[in-house]
Structure formats: structure tokens, C-alpha cells
């Protein structure tokens, strides 16, 4: 069984506002809808799991026809609220997980992350950083040796289980991995653009326009 976990336990603190990001509107949709919507779509994609807040469970779970879980009071804790959910019902082989403020998403992306697991562990979603790259102390940084690290990622559910840490400060569920040659930079999904602050919403809109 594949699982697609959508994380919308987030209380949206950079974008303020009074309800959390994932749950502000576009239009006439609803920000997690997007990420919902394609996970539903996507043909190899059997189980569409919403980690939320208790205040939003029994609506999302009937508007969207989604399972749901307890969110978390941060990332790491979402998720493996999430595992142990899907470990307690559901034999596993494959889990992808979406960001809730991610609506650029699309099904065939999903499936494509989706397939390559059958040849590693884990598939994370990367961008060429295409600015100049500097640090505190130097001057010069080579861009090429770094990308940037977004979701969707996808792992082979057993294997993540493994090496997951709940307590861990890592903010890349990649990085709980164990080999880089293991994991696959998928680079095809151009723009994936976060909703992070006031003001994203009418940006993105204008992308969402052209899909």
C-alpha cells in the first residue's frame, strides 16, 4: 500500500493571520485542498492521510474524504504521529510526504517520486540554487556543491521507520537517512513555491492561474 500523508499540523507563526496558512483561501479553495485533491488523484496513491489539529479533524476528514491524525507541536512529532497511526492500521510499502502550504503540487509529480522508490530509498524534491550563495565569514561560497531541500519526500516506509527520530532537530526528513547515494535529487518539479508569508497567497495565485 502507498500512503500519501499530508502534514498540516502547522500554526503558520511567520505568516500571522487569524487562522493557520493551510486553511486561508484561493480564490474559492482552500489552501490544503490542493495538496489533498492531487494526492487523491494520483493513480498509484491508496491511502490520503491529513495530519491536523483536533479542531479540524472531523471537518477535513468529510469535506475531503481523507483519514486524519493528530498533528503535533512540531514537524518531527507530526510525523511520527503519522507512522504510528499508518503502523496501527495499514501494511505500508511506500510514504510520501506533502506540505500543506505546497498548492503548486500535481498528481504526476507524486507518481513520478512515487516510481523512482523502486530504485531508492528516498526521493526528495530539490532546486538549483541560482543566486549568488554567501556565508557569515566568506566571501565566496560555490553554489554547485548545494541545492535546496523541499517536499514532496518520499521513502520506503519500513526503512524510514528504521532511522526516524522523533526527538531529532533535523528539518529535512532526508536527513535521517543514512546513505546519500541512496537517495535521488528529483529536480523536475520547477515551481514549488511555499506559502510562508502574507502576501504568498496572491503570488501564488498567479501560478496556479497558468496550471
Do not use: H, W
Not at 2 to 12: Q, R, T
Request: glycine letters at 6%.
Amino acid at each position: 500500500m502507498n500512503i500519501a500523508v499530508v502534514l498540516a499540523g502547522g500554526v503558520g507563526s511567520r505568516y500571522g493571520g487569524n487562522v493557520p496558512k493551510q486553511y486561508c483561501f484561493i480564490g474559492d479553495r482552500e489552501v490544503i485542498s490542493f495538496a489533498i485533491d492531487e494526492a487523491k488523484q494520483c493513480a498509484i496513491i491508496d491511502k490520503v492521510l491529513v495530519v491536523c489539529d483536533k479542531a479540524y479533524q472531523n471537518r477535513i476528514s468529510k469535506q475531503y474524504g481523507v483519514e486524519v491524525c493528530n498533528g503535533g507541536e512540531n514537524r518531527n512529532l507530526s510525523v511520527e504521529n503519522a507512522l504510528e497511526y499508518i503502523k496501527g492500521k495499514y501494511k505500508c510499502d511506500k510514504i510520501i510526504f506533502l506540505d500543506s502550504a505546497r498548492p503548486l503540487i500535481k498528481a504526476k509529480y507524486i507518481e513520478s517520486c512515487m516510481q523512482k522508490l523502486d530504485e531508492y530509498d528516498c526521493v526528495i524534491t530539490a532546486q538549483k540554487i541560482v543566486d549568488s550563495l554567501g556565508r557569515y565569514g566568506k566571501l565566496y561560497v560555490n553554489r554547485e556543491d548545494y541545492y535546496l531541500i523541499q517536499t514532496p519526500e518520499a521513502f520506503k516506509f519500513e526503512m524510514f521507520c528504521k532511522y526516524f527520530d522523533k526527538n531529532s532537530s533535523n528539518t529535512a526528513l532526508c536527513q535521517f537517512m543514512p546513505q546519500a547515494d541512496r537517495i535521488y535529487q528529483n529536480f523536475g518539479m520547477k515551481q514549488n513555491f511555499k506559502i510562508t508569508y502574507q502576501g504568498d497567497l496572491e503570488y501564488i495565485a498567479q501560478f496556479l492561474d497558468k496550471n
